[in-house]
C-alpha cells in the first residue's frame, strides 16, 4: 500500500545542527503533502504541508522543498534541539483522501 | 477546543473476538479517517468517512468496518481477530479530509 518512500530511516544530528529527511512519491496525482511529528505512545501531529502549486514553505524552524518534476520533497530542521527528538513521518494524499505515510524517521538531536 | 478523542486507550483481546474503537472528532470536523500502524512502521489508511458516508477505503479485509454517527463521532469495528490485528489504532477528524488532526490511538493487543 505504501506509494511514498522515505529516508533515511534514522537520522543522528548535534544540536543547532540541520535534519534532514527525503520523500519521494509514486503517484502524480496526489495533491497534498503533509509532514507529521510524533512521540512515543502519542498520536502523530501535523507540523507543515504543502500542495504542489509552490516549491517552499517555511514556518518557525521547519521548512518544506518541493520537486515536482522529480517527484520529491523534503523536510529540513534548522537550528534542531533535543526537544525534535521524534520519528517524522512523510505522506500524500489525493481529493483530500486516503492519505498514504512513508516509513518514517527516527530523529535524535544530541545535546 | 478538545483535540480528538478515542476510547479505550488499550485493549487486549483473543484470537477470534470482536472489537470496537470509538472516536470523536474535534469539535466542527465532518470527516474522520482511521489508520493501522504497526510498531515501527507509517500509518495505513483503513477508511475515510464524510458527513456519515463512506469517502474511501484502504486496502484491508472486510473483517474492518466503520461507520459515522449523526453528531460525526465514528466507530470502527474489526471480526474474528487475528494475531497480525495487533497494533495502535488511530482516528484522525478534518474539516473537508486534508489538514487531518490524530487522536492518541488505541493500543490493541490480539492475544
Known amino acids: 500500500q505504501q506509494q511514498v518512500k522515505q529516508s533515511p530511516q534514522s537520522l543522528i544530528v548535534q544540536k543547532g545542527g540541520i535534519s534532514i529527511i527525503n520523500c519521494a512519491y509514486e503517484n502524480t496525482a496526489f495533491d497534498y503533502f503533509p509532514w507529521y511529528q510524533q512521540f512515543p505512545g502519542k498520536g502523530p501531529a501535523l507540523l507543515i504541508a504543502?500542495?504542489?502549486?509552490?516549491s517552499e514553505k517555511k514556518e518557525g524552524r521547519f521548512t518544506i522543498s518541493f520537486n515536482k518534476s522529480a517527484k520529491q520533497f523534503s523536510l529540513h530542521i534548522m537550528d534542531s534541539q533535543p526537544g525534535d527528538s521524534a520519528t517524522y513521518f512523510c505522506?500524500?494524499?489525493?481529493?483530500?483522501?486516503?492519505?498514504?505515510f512513508g516509513a518514517g524517521t527516527r530523529l535524535t538531536v544530541k545535546p | 477546543d478538545a483535540g480528538v478523542t478515542q476510547s479505550p486507550t488499550h485493549l487486549i483481546k483473543t484470537r477470534g473476538q470482536h472489537v470496537t474503537l470509538r472516536c470523536s472528532p474535534i469539535s466542527g470536523h465532518k470527516s474522520v479517517s482511521w489508520y493501522q500502524q504497526v510498531l515501527g512502521q507509517g500509518p495505513q489508511f483503513i477508511f475515510q468517512y464524510y458527513e456519515k458516508e463512506e469517502r474511501g477505503r484502504g486496502n484491508f479485509p472486510d473483517r474492518f468496518s466503520a461507520r459515522q454517527f449523526p453528531n460525526y463521532s465514528s466507530e470502527l469495528n474489526v471480526n474474528a481477530l487475528l494475531l497480525g490485528d495487533s497494533a495502535l489504532y488511530l482516528c484522525?477528524?478534518?474539516?473537508?479530509?486534508?489538514?487531518?488532526?490524530f487522536g492518541p490511538g488505541t493500543r490493541l493487543t490480539v492475544l
Open positions: 484522525a477528524s478534518s474539516r473537508d479530509g486534508d489538514t487531518q488532526y
Open positions: 504543502i500542495r504542489p502549486d509552490v
Open positions: 505522506a500524500a494524499s489525493k481529493n483530500n483522501n486516503d492519505m498514504r
